[in-house]
């Protein structure tokens, strides 16, 4: 891990770029004494780590007393992507666009980038937790697809946070009965791009036997803020 960038936020937050191999990340951190628990933070697909309203969230977990940390996995934020991966793109988009089924397209993209994703994920918490400033333990906030596979495959993730909003693959949907962490699942009721059925089947799936589903109104960029505080919430009483 090469840390690239590092300054001092106003609400006393400190902020550092890195890279570790091809992958691009960010690290907040509060200020402390003791080594911090540690939040990993991945957004879906698409979405730069680099969001403003993803910063926020970020920034505000950081202030709770997390070292959080998230990456711009593979075809996300300045990560180049594939030609393959753009086809693919672009047919979802016309699909999306003449209203007609997208399953089969979202499992030939969002498939493969958890396949890579999660990889990326695991090397980037032995860099982290090499850090003497971050002592663990572990929890995950954000992207459900790879965190289904990061909390199966990784022993260090303590608790995770999933938001329903985006396409988890049918070989994730068969790996969450083997998610046995503390689990809080967020779910937009009127998510226009994630069945409701399909979320709730999702979270019945999940092999853990503390499990939480937050369900809100609203579309899929809806999400109301408290949802942050009882987030934080949640990880205290498994993190802390």
């Keep these: 891990m090469r840390f690239t960038s590092e300054r001092r936020l106003d609400d006393g937050i400190t902020e550092r770029e890195f890279t570790l191999g091809e992958t691009p990340g960010t690290l907040w951190t509060p200020e402390s004494a003791a080594p911090l628990p540690l939040i990993l933070m991945a957004h879906n697909n698409g979405l730069p780590r680099v969001q403003p309203r993803l910063v926020a969230r970020a920034r505000h977990c950081a202030a709770y007393g997390y070292a959080v940390a998230s990456i711009d996995t593979p075809g996300c934020g300045d990560r180049p992507r594939s030609a393959a991966d753009e086809r693919v793109r672009a047919d979802l988009r016309r ?20 396949a ?38 990784e022993p260090r993730i303590a608790a995770a946070g999933f938001f329903a909003g985006g396409y988890v693959p049918r070989a994730q949907r068969e ?38 589903l937050h369900a809100n109104t609203g579309g899929h960029t809806g999400t109301p803020w408290f949802e942050l505080e009882d987030g934080n919430r949640f990880f205290g009483r498994h993190l802390k």
């Design 95 to 114: 699909a999306m666009q003449a209203g007609e089924p997208v399953d089969e397209i979202f499992e030939s993209l969002v498939g493969p980038l958890v």
């Design 175 to 212: 790996e969450a009965r083997r998610v046995t962490v503390p689990l809080l699942l967020l779910l937009q009721w009127d998510d226009e791009g994630n069945p409701r059925q399909r979320a709730l089947d999702l979270f019945d799936a999940f092999g853990t036997t503390e499990k939480t």
């Design 116 to 153: 890579q994703a999660v990889p990326e994920w695991r090397a980037t918490l032995d860099a982290l937790l090499a850090l003497p400033e971050i002592g663990g333990p572990v929890g995950y906030s954000g992207w459900t697809a790879v965190g289904i596979g990061l909390a199966v495959a």
